[in-house]
Every structure is written in C-alpha cells, then in structure tokens.
C-alpha cells in the first residue's frame, strides 16, 4: 500500500515522472527525461515537507543489450526528517550529455567521476570531471559491458 508521503511526492511531482516502484523500504522514481535530473533532485532536496537532503550514492548500470538507453543512473537518496529512502532512475545512452548535480548536492563530485571513469558517461558543468580509479592514459571504461 502506498502511504501518504509517498502520494504527495508523486502527485507534486508527477509532469516529471514516467513509472514508481514503491516497496516496504524505499520508493523508486524513474523520470521520464534525464534532463530534469537537477530540477527534480532541487525539489526533493528544498521542499520543505520532501528534505532529501542527502545524496548516499550514485550507481550506474550497463544494459547492453539495449539501443537506444543502454545505461541506467540511480541516485540513491535519504530524508531523515521523514526517515525514508528514495531511487530516482533516469536513463540513458553512451553518448548522452547529463547535467552534474554538483550545485544541488556536493557530495556527488566523487560519484560523478567514478562513472565517467568506469562508464564514460559525460556529465558537464561538472568542475573537476577526470579518471579517479584508472590511469590517466587508460583507454576505454572497464565496467561497460562490452569491454574486452
């Protein structure tokens, strides 16, 4: 059953939302546009009945087998006023531009570079976006599911 925090987030928030999963633990919002990432973590974080105020992490993961989206980012976020946890999922492909939500939470300077490192995916307007976990002359992204 979905309970009444959950309700409010979707319904203030439904223009961005393409599908949720709710479970017993979290919330889970795909977005239907990798391009409101930062307006939507904005709203979470400053709306004063939401306060997701802290990024725990960012994950990505490589679908390879399809086209036109192959990669998935799941920024992983915590509200302790409500005590609860939120996934909010965007996708995209190799080559998408994704804005850096370094503005809107500080903490995800480390994670950015992590998946630029391991998954080449480019987030600009990010002020510091360079290899962290691999040579500065290593050739291609390790975790991508086509590296040899």
């Known amino acids: 059953m979905i309970n009444l925090f959950y309700s409010y987030i979707i319904a ?3 223009k961005f ?11 889970n919002i795909v977005l239907k546009s990798y391009n409101d990432i930062n307006k939507f973590l904005t709203i979470l974080k400053l709306h004063n009945q939401f306060q997701f105020s802290i990024l725990t992490d960012i994950a990505c993961v490589d679908f390879l087998n399809l086209k036109k989206l192959r990669f998935e980012i799941n920024y992983i976020l915590s509200s302790l006023v409500n005590k609860s946890r939120m996934i909010v999922t965007i996708n995209c492909a190799e080559t998408s531009l994704i804005e850096s939500s370094i503005n809107v939470h500080s903490s995800s300077n480390w994670l950015e570079r992590e998946i630029w490192d391991l998954y080449g995916i480019f987030f600009f307007n ?13 050739n291609g992204y390790p975790l991508r599911k086509n590296f040899p």
């Open 12 to 14: 203030v928030l439904k």
């Open 126 to 138: 990010h002020n510091d976006l360079r290899r962290i976990l691999t040579d500065y002359g290593f």
């Open 17 to 27: 939302i393409h599908k949720v999963i709710i479970n017993d633990y979290y919330i």
